[in-house]
């Protein structure tokens, strides 16, 4: 196993190492962790996509204000290598999910976005994270992407952007360090909520995970690699499983 994480962490695109080390490193530096136990078979998989070697890698842990943290890199032959991290809170805290993702090919990074997405019943940011994440300095960069059609879950906060130079690079790998610093920060200070309102911060999270459960791309990807019934499994019990 350790052999293998290895041999694919050395295969990865750049700024995919890079952000893996910054987000554990975040989580490492404000958080209390321990190991999240995936569903057996599951941290590491391997398998066959029209001929290419698809490698996946999960690390997952969890905190007392977080159920879940998962961070999966994953490579597809020398076509595409993929960065994708949620975290989940515990539902007693009234705290959002941190996404964030880069997709890499041949031509450079295609696409990286990182956001926290509210979970309350407004669907807002709490004044807490506004006021936070308004005083960062403002980054512009060149080339915005449109959000996908289901992306309502998203804070008006969200950067989804194509990179177009490595100084843009740079400058997304210091957007997520900021984010993730904040959001860990804010949940280490909050206090849990009622009883009343853990039903909606499960609620806020379901939709969270229901809406990107139809992301069609990564459901196609792992149907043709491993079957439509392992796909389902994976994105319903790894990638966005809901809180019991």
Not at 166 to 191: M, P, R, S
Request: with cysteine; net charge negative; charged share 25%.
């Amino acid at each position: 196993m350790e052999t293998s994480s290895s041999d694919l962490k050395s295969r990865l695109h750049p700024l995919i190492n890079q952000l893996a080390e910054i987000i554990i490193a975040t989580w490492q530096e404000n958080l209390s962790l321990s190991p999240y136990e995936l569903p057996e078979g599951l941290g590491y998989v391997e398998g066959k996509l029209e001929g290419e070697r698809l490698t996946i890698q999960n690390y997952c842990y969890q905190s007392r204000e977080f159920r879940k943290m998962h961070l999966e890199l994953a490579k597809v032959g020398s076509n595409l290598d993929i960065l994708h991290c949620v975290m989940f809170p515990n539902i007693e805290y009234p705290l959002p999910m941190f996404g964030c993702d880069i997709v890499a090919g041949k031509a450079g990074i295609s696409a990286a976005i990182v956001d926290l997405s509210p979970t309350n019943s407004e669907k807002t940011l709490s004044k807490n994270y506004q006021e936070r994440l308004s005083n960062l300095e403002e980054i512009i960069f060149t080339d915005q992407r449109d959000l996908p059609t289901w992306g309502d879950i998203f804070s008006p906060f969200c950067l989804f952007i194509r990179p177009n130079n490595e100084e843009e690079e740079k400058l997304f790998l210091k957007t997520v360090k900021d984010y993730l610093t904040i959001h860990c920060q804010i949940a280490n200070q909050c206090n849990p909520v009622s009883d009343s309102e853990k039903l909606v911060y499960f609620q806020g999270q379901k939709n969270y995970c229901l809406q990107q459960q139809q992301n069609d791309k990564t459901r196609r990807v792992l149907e043709k690699a491993f079957g439509v019934e392992w796909a389902e499994n994976y994105m319903t019990s790894v990638l966005f499983d809901l809180p019991l």
